[in-house]
C-alpha cells in the first residue's frame, strides 16, 4: 500500500496533482470536501447534517467526518493505496489517522505540503473567476475556504514536521515540473512494497 497525504490552499493546483498521483500510483482519492458535496447533492440523511457547516465553510463535526472517512476505506479494502485531501484538517484529525491507518496494518507514508503563497493562489483565483464568470456568491466561499487553509489547516503541518515526515514541494512552476518532484518524493518515501 501507499498512502499519501496531499495539503494545499485552494487554487494550489491539488486537483490535478491528485488526479496525476492517481493515475500514476493506481490510489483512491479521498477529498472529504468532495464525499460531503456528493451527499448533499443526492440528499442523503448524512448530507443533510453536513449541509449548513459545508455553506458556511464550518468543520464538520470529527464523530461524522470520521465515520465517513472508515467507510471509505472500509469500502475500498483492496485497493493500491489512499490518495488523502481535505483531511486531516486538525491535529487531532492527523493523529486519528495514523491510529486508524495503524489498525489496518499500514501507515500514512508520505506528507506533502504543496506550496503556494495566499498572495499567488488569490491572484490565480481572481484569474479563473474572471475566465469562468462565477458569481460573487462563489468568491466569498472561495475566500473562506482560503482563509480557514491558512489560519487553520496549515496549523496540522507542525504535526507532520516535528516527527520529520513532511515534505515541502514548491507549487510555483509548470504541472509536469512539480508533478516530477511529487514523484521523487513519492518514490523515495513509498514502502518496498507497495
Ligand atoms: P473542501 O472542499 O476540502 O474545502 O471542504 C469543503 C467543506 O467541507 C469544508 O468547509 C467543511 O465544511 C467540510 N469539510 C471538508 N473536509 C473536512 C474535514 N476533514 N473535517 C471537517 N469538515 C470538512
Not at 58 to 63: C, G, H, M, Y
Not at 77 to 100: C, Q, S, V, Y
Not at 122 to 131: C, G, N, P, V
Request: net charge neutral; glycine share 8%.
Amino acid at each position: 500500500m501507499l498512502n499519501i497525504v496531499l495539503f494545499g490552499p485552494p487554487g494550489a493546483g491539488k486537483g490535478t496533482q491528485s488526479q496525476q498521483l492517481i493515475d500514476r500510483y493506481q490510489l483512491v482519492h479521498i477529498s472529504t470536501g468532495d464525499l460531503f458535496r456528493e451527499h448533499i447533492k443526492k440528499g442523503t440523511e448524512l448530507g443533510k447534517k453536513v449541509v449548513e457547516f459545508n455553506n458556511n465553510g464550518i468543520l464538520v463535526p470529527d464523530e461524522i467526518t470520521i465515520a465517513m472517512l472508515k467507510g471509505m476505506l472500509d469500502e475500498n479494502k483492496n485497493a493500491n493505496g489512499f490518495i488523502f485531501d481535505g483531511f486531516p484538517r486538525t491535529e487531532a484529525h492527523a493523529e486519528t489517522l495514523d491510529r486508524i491507518m495503524s489498525g489496518n496494518a499500514t501507515a500514512i507514508h508520505a506528507v506533502l505540503s504543496l506550496d503556494v503563497s495566499e498572495e499567488e493562489v488569490r491572484k490565480r483565483l481572481q484569474i479563473r473567476r474572471d475566465a469562468e464568470h462565477r458569481p460573487d456568491d462563489e468568491e466569498s466561499k472561495v475566500n473562506r475556504r482560503i482563509e480557514e487553509y491558512f489560519n487553520k489547516t496549515i496549523h496540522v503541518l507542525p504535526y507532520y514536521n516535528k516527527q520529520g515526515r513532511l515534505t515541502r514541494v514548491n507549487g510555483i512552476g509548470d504541472i509536469s515540473q512539480v508533478f516530477n518532484h511529487i514523484c521523487d518524493k513519492v518514490d523515495s518515501a513509498r514502502p518496498a512494497k507497495a
